[in-house]
């Protein structure tokens, strides 16, 4: 099986040179991943070229077209009329077979975040499209394989970034998460603000320079709409693939925290797999926050799902075991989490078994290279049905499916983790100590309070306590 099985994306190219090139690129740097390189028999018009692309794709799987600069005029016609599963790209060499192989793999990873990258603005809707060639292109954006985008949902988040840019914003706004805690922010097809993130301290900080947005765009009801055959596709491809190893696995295990990602791998896993088979784990720390565990609590009710709990005492190692509160250089609470995970996957499992999880390309640059299929041992695999989406297909997916999202999402929240999760930006932190009802609940929390001090001695603490809001300052006498 292991050899002979698909995983949701292959290349296209026009020869069968080019084709040698783009396998050898994909053994070097890409050993583990099952993609099938086609060629288009060397066609170079763009009626022949369209021909040979219909008889190879089929709608439950992504396509990257690589082409050359030499077949630069009919890529980008091909780039208006493709459907949305088919990314195309081009190299910027005459040949794609004259790329060295570090620039070609370079080349493929831009190809492939096309699909988590892909945003165009529906005039019909008065919202984004997060699909390709779906609408008018976004100004000032561009394909990076660093980058991801999220919508920031909820009348919560919204608040908090116009507390931070301090003017008027749009409902539910595109960022573009770049690099070193930059993201652009959208409200049209116009950039409208920068928004920077610093991962220390508490304040972060924005540049507005655009108020052309009208106000009333971008709401749930217009995304749902202008996204739904987007989606559509996007949860076709990551069905088909999850079952083609319905066979195979007897126990298929979801590790579920709460978070976006791993609840929409649960969706999914729910709807490609008989119940029976499907075991959901959940990891709790002793630090989580309260909506998180509600939050599991109310959706696996409506799911109709039985939660396996594990404990992973980060909270007891801080009270009774007195370890230091975690950092990035020491973050033992992820190893006893990790350790907690494994012990119910080893409690759960029976025969073969299939672990299904949110892992995105967009996380880090490990993940990006990381196989959509990991073989642990011959009675074990994990699998990544989200590969290939951006946070905001994640976000959207779970709204069009009937749920809600986490509320602390709709707080403001990017990421979820524990309270006293050494992850936690500025932002986080900004929302924790703002929004009152936040505050007020998780300051009854010794932990939490001590979190906060201990992220008060870090750099930057001074403008925190400068622009700080909240009398947290009387917490510590």
């Given at each position: 099986?292991?050899?002979?099985?698909?995983?949701?994306?292959?290349?296209?190219?026009?020869?069968?040179?080019?084709?040698?090139?783009?396998?050898?690129?994909?053994?070097?740097?890409?050993?583990?991943?099952?993609?099938?390189?086609?060629?288009?028999?060397?066609?170079?018009?763009?009626?022949?070229?369209?021909?040979?692309?219909?008889?190879?794709?089929?709608?439950?799987?992504?396509?990257?077209?690589?082409?050359?600069?030499?077949?630069?005029?009919?890529?980008?016609?091909?780039?208006?009329?493709?459907?949305?599963?088919?990314?195309?790209?081009?190299?910027?060499?005459?040949?794609?077979?004259?790329?060295?192989?570090?620039?070609?793999?370079?080349?493929?990873?831009?190809?492939?975040?096309?699909?988590?990258?892909?945003?165009?603005?529906?005039?019909?809707?008065?919202?984004?499209?997060?699909?390709?060639?779906?609408?008018?292109?976004?100004?000032?954006?561009?394909?990076?394989?660093?980058?991801?985008?999220?919508?920031?949902?909820?009348?919560?988040?919204?608040?908090?970034?116009?507390?931070?840019?301090?003017?008027?914003?749009?409902?539910?706004?595109?960022?573009?998460?770049?690099?070193?805690?930059?993201?652009?922010?959208?409200?049209?097809?116009?950039?409208?603000?920068?928004?920077?993130?610093?991962?220390?301290?508490?304040?972060?900080?924005?540049?507005?320079?655009?108020?052309?947005?009208?106000?009333?765009?971008?709401?749930?009801?217009?995304?749902?709409?202008?996204?739904?055959?987007?989606?559509?596709?996007?949860?076709?491809?990551?069905?088909?693939?999850?079952?083609?190893?319905?066979?195979?696995?007897?126990?298929?295990?979801?590790?579920?925290?709460?978070?976006?990602?791993?609840?929409?791998?649960?969706?999914?896993?729910?709807?490609?797999?008989?119940?029976?088979?499907?075991?959901?784990?959940?990891?709790?720390?002793?630090?989580?926050?309260?909506?998180?565990?509600?939050?599991?609590?109310?959706?696996?009710?409506?799911?109709?799902?039985?939660?396996?709990?594990?404990?992973?005492?980060?909270?007891?190692?801080?009270?009774?075991?007195?370890?230091?509160?975690?950092?990035?250089?020491?973050r033992w609470c992820t190893a006893r989490k990790i350790a907690s995970i494994t012990k119910g996957i080893a409690r759960l499992s029976e025969g073969k078994t299939l672990?299904?999880?949110?892992?995105?390309?967009?996380?880090?640059?490990?993940?990006?290279?990381?196989?959509?299929?990991?073989?642990?041992?011959?009675?074990?695999?994990?699998?990544?049905?989200?590969?290939?989406?951006?946070?905001?297909?994640?976000?959207?997916?779970?709204?069009?499916?009937?749920?809600?999202?986490?509320?602390?999402?709709?707080?403001?929240?990017?990421?979820?983790?524990?309270?006293?999760?050494?992850?936690?930006?500025?932002?986080?932190?900004?929302?924790?100590t703002n929004d009152p009802l936040i505050s007020t609940t998780l300051n009854k929390y010794e932990l939490?309070?001590?979190?906060?001090?201990?992220?008060?001695?870090?750099?930057?603490?001074?403008?925190?306590?400068?622009?700080?809001?909240?009398?947290?300052?009387?917490?510590?006498?």
């Open positions: 099986m292991w050899g002979c099985i698909r995983y949701m994306l292959d290349v296209i190219v026009r020869s069968l040179r080019d084709a040698d090139a783009v396998k050898a690129m994909l053994k070097t740097f890409y050993p583990d991943w099952e993609v099938r390189v086609y060629t288009l028999h060397g066609v170079r018009k763009y009626d022949e070229m369209v021909d040979e692309i219909n008889s190879l794709v089929e709608n439950d799987h992504f396509y990257i077209l690589m082409l050359g600069r030499q077949d630069q005029g009919v890529a980008l016609k091909l780039d208006k009329s493709l459907p949305p599963n088919i990314a195309v790209h081009i190299v910027p060499r005459s040949k794609i077979r004259n790329t060295r192989i570090e620039h070609l793999a370079y080349e493929f990873s831009i190809a492939k975040s096309k699909f988590r990258l892909a945003v165009n603005w529906s005039s019909r809707y008065n919202s984004f499209v997060f699909g390709l060639r779906q609408g008018v292109v976004l100004e000032d954006y561009e394909f990076n394989p660093a980058y991801d985008v999220f919508l920031g949902i909820g009348e919560g988040f919204r608040k908090i970034l116009e507390k931070i840019l301090r003017v008027n914003i749009c409902n539910n706004p595109l960022l573009v998460r770049k690099f070193s805690g930059e993201h652009d922010i959208y409200c049209g097809v116009k950039k409208i603000a920068k928004l920077s993130i610093p991962d220390e301290g508490f304040k972060p900080s924005g540049k507005y320079f655009n108020r052309e947005f009208d106000p009333g765009t971008n709401r749930i009801e217009n995304l749902l709409k202008a996204n739904n055959e987007i989606l559509k596709m996007y949860e076709e491809i990551s069905l088909s693939f999850l079952k083609k190893y319905s066979d195979w696995a007897d126990t298929i295990i979801i590790p579920w925290s709460g978070g976006k990602d791993s609840t929409a791998s649960l969706l999914l896993a729910l709807k490609a797999f008989p119940r029976d088979k499907i075991k959901v784990l959940f990891s709790d720390t002793g630090t989580e926050f309260p909506w998180t565990i509600g939050y599991v609590e109310e959706l696996a009710d409506k799911l109709g799902i039985e939660i396996y709990r594990v404990y992973a005492g980060v909270d007891k190692g801080l009270l009774k075991e007195k370890l230091p509160m975690p950092t990035h250089d020491n672990i299904v999880t949110g892992d995105r390309d967009a996380e880090s640059k490990r993940r990006s290279i990381r196989s959509p299929v990991r073989r642990v041992d011959s009675e074990t695999m994990i699998v990544s049905p989200l590969k290939f989406w951006s946070a905001a297909h994640v976000q959207l997916y779970i709204l069009w499916s009937g749920y809600r999202l986490n509320p602390l999402y709709e707080m403001g929240f990017y990421r979820i983790g524990c309270y006293i999760c050494p992850a936690l930006r500025s932002w986080e932190l900004y929302i924790m939490y309070r001590k979190f906060l001090k201990h992220r008060l001695k870090m750099k930057h603490h001074e403008a925190f306590i400068e622009d700080f809001s909240c009398d947290i300052l009387s917490i510590y006498g």
